[in-house]
């Protein structure tokens, strides 16, 4: 996916917009989508940025009801979490995660919640708390099935796999790994089905394009016969 792109077409929406209360479901969106491309690109404090902007747009333009409030409130947490997660500011990364697993486990945010968990999972096994970082992944990864989203799914496997590494259950580890190698596998494919496809379209609108041009030239010859 080209993050910078959809970190641009966002700004462009945002610019258009003016201000949340044209339509505040539509800004929360697009900070939703920029943070998550800066999160993705690896970009800490523009990540925290547009998210405390969907904290900040929620405070000031209500205008919800309590549950959409309160699942943004919690995905905001959670992208605040996720930058400091990039930061290495475990200590304060970990209660922004757990509120954001909470509040989308309790809304049935399962993608949402699975995406949090995986970091708290991760910042257990860096800590070498391989219990707490195994229950986490397992959670995640049921959670990642049961909401189709094939990115937390790899990550959860991919966390199952190397902590049964870690502690020496070499054929979990094992099992895990063809999961993992599954997934992503599948992922994969549809990446490049996904860029095929963008290419296919790319060449069908030159040739509408050359078409047209042709058609054009056509008519202006008629035109002073």
Known sequence: MDYRQCINYGLECLTLMESPSMNLTYYILQLDVI?????????????????????????????KDSAYKQIWLGIAAGGAGQALFLQKKYDQAYPLLQQNVLTSSYYNQWSDAAMAQNTLAEINFTDKKYDSALHQWEAAYQWALQSSDLTSTIKATEGIMKTYKAIGRYDSAYLYSGHFHRYRDTLLARINNISLSAVNAHIEYDNMQTSLARAQTTIGRQRRI
């Open 35 to 63: 943070g998550a491309s800066y999160r993705a690109l690896g970009i800490a404090d523009s990540t925290f940025f547009y998210y405390q902007k969907i904290k900040q747009a929620l405070v000031i333009y209500p205008g």
